[in-house]
């Protein structure tokens, strides 16, 4: 019994991370007072130049006969996946605050063109390599589970806290940076002032266009990376047709019970993960496995329905969000 | 953060808001951002290594080549624009229904209720009606639930549509294993609809395009003409003027939300009945997304939309005929219509809008 709990931990926060990584970005994005739809869009994006930037890099070292470094390919694919991921948010940056396009419309296309941007280069890339694209095992090993020096070996809890993939620490870095960021540093709280009330953080002298690109375009590229997370870690460096699947909106919805906090985002992001793969540790007999596979999704309509029912000012999305800013029409 | 010497300073490009643009020019601004976007994609198709403009003659002929293609190209338009219609009802009040896909598919697994398992004792104009009747009562509650709690507790109907087209399509998938598993198949799949009670082919294609032009004129006067349409638009301009002026929001929530699943929960019972004969985990195929982009593009014009579903219709099998001709995976037709939408979201900014240069003088038309 202790085992399954242990197991399904360990799982919850492997299929969390993602989610973590996308509800992240969306929380900066929209603490600017950008809605952001494109999540799953942007991850798609991350997705594949992630997995691309990689496979690429693997090829030409091994073209000019040299062995790759699993660190180095790691850390290209950390950075295209984030730039992949913040030049779909720049697109929907100047789309929304320089064109003042409508922020739903364009948030539902950037995830129409991000999926099809993942699948088509996806698919191409796989009939250039000759069949699917892989990655070869020295970069898998760079995103398997980490063996840390004393403390991957406690008992019960190295197993339980310290071997995952680096990914997970830094999306638990990620959050805890992003929770003092928001709450005691200057530019965190203009942030927020953008995101609550345009007009009077432009009358306070906040230069609202740079923060709402900035944040759009950093929370996307952190999308980005949790996409790269789908590609690298989950489907373990294959690319698989649809891969991110929903993962990107079950982010967005993440965003709502985290009450825009991301340090709540951690919690949630952990028991959304664990509702995902719980099917596969804990049985419940004669219940179908496709009816099981609802679960997440009934849990986050539950959720909406009992958050919406009892609102809070404290816990509530930034005022603004949605709604683009005209300075002329103040 | 921002310096004040700057400030006197007059900006390189500022915007003033236009007056009006007459229809001619607005048009001639979306048409040149419609042949950017056209551009845009030849730069894809070009970095991919092949002529842009024998990709597109090759996606047009793929489309309307042939009585055959032309036919198969009517059948995408069809439930493309039906759904269209439906989402529009939605999006005209601003209630951001992005659940077609699983509405589609819920009024699909209604009609096949029917059709599948009562096709031996209904003849088939009944059973047609059945299906048709049941599948828009299907799509329409599936339509309503989300208004509900909107009206109400002013839940996030976004999150809340699209979370219920993953319950659809685990529903489906369970239908797939289970209960409705055809017989002796050893492979997960739901047993074909019987002949018999096959929509009947008008000029080779299913009924169904008809009922989609009619459709098309009905949601015209619907919205334009009626008081009910002109609800629609008062709540989408703004809910509290709609409370103001007496019209009960909820209840426009409630009723607008139920025609649109209603109609897309008839695209269910369409591709069920008519175009694949059964039900699988692609029945609706995206096609609830699709529907987004035709709707908004059109600026929820039903005749906009007819000729926009077609286009696209149009791209997505012309994708199919370049991906045997030149390779190209037929996932380049999303990429195009994300491209051709941002720059048709975009160029809406000029028509609103102008940019004048610096030292320039303001000239009032």
Sequence with gaps: ?330 | MSSHGTQAKEPLLRMVKRDTLSPKKAWGIRAAAFILSLVTGGIVILCLGHNPINVYISMVKGAWGSSTVIHETVKIAVPLLITAIGISFAFKMKFWNIGGEGQILVGAVAAGAFGLFTAHIFPKLPLVLLMMLASIAAGGIYGLLPAVCKAKWGTNETLFTLMLNYIALAFIKYLMNGPWKAKGSSFPKIDMLVPGARLTKVLGVHWGWILALILVAAAYIYFNKTKQGYEIAVVGESNNTARYAGINVGKVFRRTMFISGALCGLVGMLQFAGADYTITEGTAGGVGFTAITVAWLAKMNPFGMLIVSVFIAMLERGSNAIQTQFKIPASASDLLIGIILFFMLGCEFFISYKLIRRGKEEHHA
């Design chain 1, 1 to 330: 019994m202790l085992s399954t709990l242990n197991g399904l931990f360990i799982a919850a926060v492997l299929a969390g991370t993602p989610l973590l990584l996308g509800a992240l970005g969306e929380i900066l994005t929209e603490k600017s007072g950008n809605l952001n739809l494109g999540v799953e869009g942007m991850m798609f994006m991350g997705a594949i130049t992630g997995l691309a930037g990689s496979y690429y890099y693997e090829q030409a070292v091994a073209a000019g006969g040299g062995s790759p470094n699993g660190f180095l390919s790691a850390a290209i694919a950390l950075i295209t996946s984030f730039l992949a991921g913040a030049g779909g948010a720049l697109i929907y940056s100047f789309l929304t605050i320089t064109l003042r396009a409508n922020q739903n419309v364009t948030g539902l296309t950037l995830t129409i063109f991000g999926t099809g941007f993942g699948n088509f280069f996806g698919e191409y890339i796989g009939q250039q390599a000759g069949g699917y694209v892989a990655v070869s095992d020295v970069t898998k090993g760079a995103f398997s589970g980490l063996d840390i020096p004393v403390l991957s070996d406690i008992p019960v809890l190295g197993p339980l806290l310290f071997r995952y993939n680096w990914l997970v620490y830094f999306a638990v870095a990620a959050a805890v940076i992003m929770a003092w960021f928001f709450s005691r540093s200057r530019v965190g709280l203009n942030l927020r002032a953008v995101g609550e009330d345009p007009a009077a953080a432009d009358a306070a002298g906040i230069n609202i266009t740079m923060y709402k690109y900035l944040a759009t375009v950093i929370g996307g590229g952190i999308c980005g990376i949790g996409g790269m997370y789908m590609s690298m870690v989950t489907t373990s460096g294959v690319w698989v047709h649809d891969c991110v699947s929903g993962y990107g909106w079950l982010a967005v919805a993440l965003v709502i019970f985290a009450t825009w906090s991301p340090a709540r985002g951690m919690l949630v992001a952990l028991i959304f993960g664990g509702l995902t793969i719980m099917r596969m540790y804990i049985n419940i007999p004669g219940l179908p496995a496709q009816i099981y596979d609802m679960v997440p999704y009934v849990a986050t309509i539950i959720v909406l329905v009992v958050t919406s029912m009892r609102e809070s000012k404290e816990h509530a999305q930034p005022k603004s969000c949605g709604l683009n800013y005209f300075r002329e029409e103040r």
